[in-house]
């Protein structure tokens, strides 16, 4: 969702964006049962006043190995099928009011286009999400783990929880955005013939100096603390960049 193509500055003058160096990046990822979490997320935003018709359920079709959402008995034609209120979208609008001092902080950071604040803001609500739902995970399971910032909410919408549940299932280590990240040599050996190599390279190293940025010029307390890893960062935004168009 971030333009490779952005200037970012904190207090001193405008400074471009490094090139892309070797990093370790580590994502997240767990391995909770998926249908638990799907038909958890149903309940949950019925609950929450969203419609979700019991037509629709988690599963694959037989034109389709693919997994996602299919129809269990006929549609009629204009039937609705699903409708979610606009304050349970993980969206700039709802994350502007569940989390407000993401947004404030940000304000210490300027932009030449003031979307690409509202982009990182998004991006970085989502990574707190990640980065809380890990750590509950981890406290639950007994180890040891910094504790979530005094200043971090304690409530969002349960629906939020398990979609960042859900995402976190996904496994994107091996995404050429991470393969970049973590050796650009071998990636742009690997994909030489492709010709999107630099503009790759130009987004995956605007992402490591826009976390970086975020880091040494506000106080990460805001963010979560510990929870705001550069791991959580690069999968909130490959989950927004992949699931965001228009």
């Known amino acids: 969702p971030m333009r490779a193509n952005e200037e970012l500055t904190g207090t001193t003058p405008a400074m471009k964006r490094p090139k892309v160096r070797s990093r370790v990046v580590t994502l997240p990822h767990s391995d909770e049962d998926a249908a638990t979490i799907y038909s958890a997320m149903v309940e949950a935003a019925r609950s929450a006043g969203a419609f979700w018709s019991p037509k629709l359920a988690r599963g694959t ?7 996602g959402i299919v129809a269990t008995e006929q549609i009629e034609e204009g039937e609705l099928l699903c409708l979610v209120p606009a304050s349970l979208h993980i969206s700039v609008p709802s994350c502007k009011q569940a989390l407000p001092q993401v947004f404030s902080a940000l304000k210490n950071l300027d932009f030449n286009d003031e979307e690409r604040r509202e982009e990182l803001g998004h991006v970085s609500c989502l990574a707190l ?46 995404h050429p955005y991470c393969q970049a990240a973590n050796d650009p040599d071998a990636f742009s050996e690997n994909f030489s013939s492709s010709g999107e190599i630099q503009h790759i390279k130009d987004l995956v190293g605007y992402v490591l100096h826009v976390h970086k940025t975020v880091c040494e010029k506000i106080d990460v307390q805001v963010f979560g603390g510990a929870q705001f890893t550069l791991g959580c960062f690069m999968k909130a935004w490959l989950c927004l960049l992949t699931r965001e168009f228009g």
């Open 129 to 174: 999400l990640m980065g809380r739902a890990m750590q509950r995970r981890c406290t639950e399971g007994g180890c040891e783990g910094s504790n979530t910032s005094e200043g971090w909410p304690l409530t969002t919408p349960v629906l939020w929880e398990l979609c960042v549940r859900g995402l976190l299932l996904l496994d994107l280590q091996d």
């Open 61 to 67: 079709s037989s034109d389709s190995a693919v997994l």
